[in-house]
């Protein structure tokens, strides 16, 4: 059984750069799809993106895909999220997930609450 | 602006059955499977439907699922005061190539 562990809340000043990152509990050598979503506190989950965990190939959503950067370290199993130019509206809760083969989330990192004040 | 339409609150008493609603398009849940997920405040989503009306392992089949056309309902019978939480459904879009959300319905037990 897959695990998605990710790091801890950040706070930023607007206008910064942050990574958050998502670490799984399988081999460098196994695909997985990963995807990562955002939840403004009080609203409803929105998709940014996904990366294939070995290749590090990328698709983003296009509500997004400006500020936003998908990573993977290539000697591990940690994969991330890089935002740059932070404002307020970024203050969110960011979520790494697995996609299953049928589509849906079977699998989600704890979350990572960013905060971004000016 | 979600692109999957849910209604933004539903109620019920213990008990009693709800049924949250989840609506699309041809793009969307005219084509491909819905899922859903509930969600209690500060904890992570957690799926409780997949492929319109599979359960995962330990959802109670108190939870139902269906879907017809670009339509799909969220059935909780027996509510149950510990049901209060956030629910949404989500689907793949493929004008959008990607995932899309509704934007959640909150269940308060009454």
């Known amino acids: 059984q897959v695990q998605l562990v990710q790091s801890g809340a950040e706070m930023k000043r607007s206008g910064a750069s942050v990574r958050i990152s998502c670490r799984t509990s399988?081999?460098?050598?196994?695909?997985?799809?990963i995807h990562w979503l955002r939840q403004v506190p009080g609203q409803g989950l929105e998709w940014m993106g996904v990366?294939?965990?070995?290749?590090?190939?990328?698709f983003y959503s296009a509500a997004f895909q400006r500020r936003f950067t998908l990573t993977k370290d290539t000697s591990t199993n940690i994969l991330y999220l890089e935002l740059s130019s932070l404002t307020s509206d970024d203050t969110a809760i960011y979520y790494c997930?697995?996609?299953?083969?049928?589509?849906?989330?079977?699998?989600w990192g704890q979350g990572t609450l960013l905060t971004v004040s000016s | 602006q979600s692109v999957l339409t849910q209604p933004p609150s539903v109620s019920g008493a213990s008990g009693q059955t709800v049924i949250i609603s989840c609506t699309g398009s041809?793009?969307?849940?005219?084509?491909?499977?819905v899922h859903w997920y509930q969600q209690f405040p500060n904890s992570t989503p957690k799926l409780l439907i997949y492929?319109?009306?599979r359960r995962p392992s330990g959802v109670p089949d108190r939870f139902s699922g269906s879907k017809s056309g670009t339509s799909a309902s969220l059935t909780i019978s027996g509510l149950q005061s510990e049901d209060e939480a956030d629910y949404y459904c989500?689907?793949?879009?493929?004008?959008?190539?990607?995932?899309?959300f509704g934007g959640g319905t909150k269940l308060t037990v009454l």
């Open positions: 997930a697995r996609r299953d083969a049928e589509g849906f989330y079977d699998i």
């Open positions: 399988k081999d460098v050598s196994t695909t997985l799809f």
């Open positions: 990366i294939n965990s070995v290749q590090g190939s990328t």
């Open positions: 041809h793009s969307n849940l005219a084509r491909f499977p």
């Open positions: 492929s319109n009306y």
């Open positions: 989500h689907c793949y879009d493929d004008d959008l190539s990607g995932s899309v």
